[in-house]
Nanobody, 118 residues
Framework: QVQVAESGGGLVHAGASLRLSCTISRGPYGFASEGWYRQAPGTPREFVAEILPDDTKNYGNSVKDRFVISRDRAKNTIYLQMNNLKPDDTAVYYC????????????WGQGTQVTVSS
């Protein structure tokens, strides 16, 4: 059973930085992508960033140039370095592992709250 666990959220002022961590237990087939989504109250879940098996990184338009996703393979952990945070970044951040083998499956963490005050 794949397990996903985030940590690192908190309350910061605008302009500050924060790093989220996510440990993903390994399944037998690996993942097509690992990444982050976020959801603010009353809004749909939004794509933030992903890292692919070949280390290609993709970002949502609202965080491009401010957030950086990275991975430590030895620790089965991905990170989201968030810089120059804005109040609009306030949301619950969810870690995601997307599997396509043997079937389409998304694994989610419990979420971690990030609050940015102005």
């Amino acid at each position: 059973q794949v397990q996903v666990a985030e940590s690192g959220g908190g309350l910061v002022h605008a302009g500050a930085s924060l790093r989220l961590s996510c440990t993903i237990s390994r399944g037998p087939y690996g993942f097509a992508s690992e990444g982050w989504y976020r959801q603010a109250p009353g809004t749909p879940r939004e794509f933030v960033a992903e890292i692919l098996p070949d280390d290609t990184k993709n970002y949502g338009n609202s965080v491009k140039d401010r957030f950086v996703i990275s991975r430590d393979r030895a620790k089965n952990t991905i990170y989201l370095q968030m810089n120059n945070l804005k109040p609009d970044d306030t949301a619950v951040y969810y870690c995601n592992a997307h599997s396509t083998i043997p079937s389409l499956q998304d694994y989610w963490g419990q979420g971690t709250q990030v609050t940015v005050s102005s």
